[in-house]
């Protein structure tokens, strides 16, 4: 319960754009990503997960907020926020 909480403000906290640093060893399509940078795109709160581009390897990954640590806090890059203005949720169709 505690731990739940404690995700809770992390992730409430983090904002889209910023670059966070990995500090556990997390594997993402067989690259361990320990000490890499990614950019968060979104913010999972029914997981308690974030969705960040590693764009050092190409690939999307959802890490917990204890795996990551923000590099400043609460600062969007021009490139993140020239990168995520590129990007959108898939849609669905039933085409």
């Not at 904002?15 to 640093?21: T, Y």
């Not at 795109?41 to 390897?57: D, F, H, M, P, R």
């Amino acid at each position: 319960m505690v731990a739940a909480k404690a995700m809770a403000i992390i992730t409430e906290e983090i904002v889209r754009g910023e670059i966070v640093r990995f500090t556990a060893s997390y594997d993402v399509f067989g690259y361990d990503v320990l000490d890499k940078t990614g950019v968060v795109a979104q913010i999972i709160n029914t997981a308690g997960k974030l969705l960040v581009y590693v764009e050092e390897i190409g690939e999307w990954c959802e890490p917990t907020p204890e795996m990551i640590e923000r590099i400043d806090p609460g600062h969007i890059s021009k490139k993140s926020a020239k990168f995520l203005a590129t990007t959108r949720k898939l849609q669905y169709s039933d085409d």
